[in-house]
């Protein structure tokens, strides 16, 4: 079976469930799943929605429903339809309680709670669309994390990947015959990180990107192989001269240049011995 209904149901926003959802499948070579997704289900009304349209489209059903109450009749409903109802969260919440040893509150969307972390985040996002591709360079020190680099090398999506986790990162490009900022120099307080990529991805990349905005793929030196081998090695030997940290993402994906660089952050301020 390649393709298949996979049904989450969750009473928030469906991130939860449907992240889960994401790891187990990429496990599974040729496994296509058409997704349905239930989120703010909260009502028994609701969940006999979504009972009725898992009777259109039987399939695996994945939730995260903290409410005791609303568990049983979708549970039941799959189970007459004979298509497995899988709880996601129940292992790790039964493991933490038994740690605990006190019962979860039950209450749905508590990971959204406007809370100072969440207005950490927000404020962080900010700071990030704000700080994007050299600008705002004057307030540079205020940053948690500056990523510097040549063109194409993710450091905008890294840096919204690292916001969404309430860190502030700015990113300053590295462009042939154009000085860094002094600003950048100047920085004390945040953690300064490269990323470079492999010359031949790198054209690859950059090629993608003209023909996505329409442009026409010359042979400048945006795309010339000679050319962009030198860009990157003289922003390698940038990186060297400044004692940056290098991570290579050629054939990483953002998730984990963030991680690497959220682990480098972690090394300096202490917290890794």
């Known amino acids: 079976m390649s393709g298949f209904h996979l049904h989450l149901v969750s009473d928030s926003t469906g991130d939860t469930v449907h992240a889960v959802a994401r790891a187990c499948l990429v496990q599974f070579e040729g496994a296509d799943a058409i997704e349905h997704i239930w989120s703010m289900v909260r009502t028994k009304s609701q969940i006999e929605r979504v009972v009725h349209g898992v009777s259109i489209n039987p399939g695996v059903v ?25 709880p996601v969260l129940d292992p790790v919440i039964g493991a933490l309680a038994s740690f605990l040893g006190r019962k979860s509150r039950g209450l749905p969307g508590q990971q959204h709670l406007l809370d100072n972390l969440y207005f950490q985040r927000i404020d962080a996002m900010t700071f990030a669309l704000n700080h994007d591709d050299g600008q705002s360079v004057w307030g540079l020190n205020d940053a948690d994390v500056i990523l510097v680099g040549v063109s194409r090398t993710s450091k905008t999506p890294t840096c919204i990947y690292l916001a969404n986790r309430g860190i502030k990162a700015a990113n300053v490009p590295v462009v042939p015959g154009v000085e860094l900022p002094p600003e950048l120099f100047a920085t004390t307080r945040p953690l300064v990180v490269a990323l470079t990529n492999d010359p031949e991805r790198l054209i690859q990349v950059r090629k993608n990107r003209l023909n996505m905005l329409h442009q026409q793929e010359d042979r400048t030196d945006y795309t010339d192989l000679a050319a962009v081998r030198e860009e990157v090695l003289l922003a390698r030997r ?18 984990e240049t963030a991680a690497a660089i959220l682990k480098l952050l972690t090394r300096r301020q202490g917290g890794e011995a």
């Open 62 to 86: 994945l939730y995260t429903l903290v409410n005791e109450n609303l568990r049983p009749p979708l549970v039941d409903g799959c189970r007459k339809l004979q298509v497995p109802a899988i």
């Open 238 to 255: 940038l990186f060297t001269q400044q004692h940056w940290p290098v991570i290579d993402v050629t054939r990483r994906s953002i998730e």
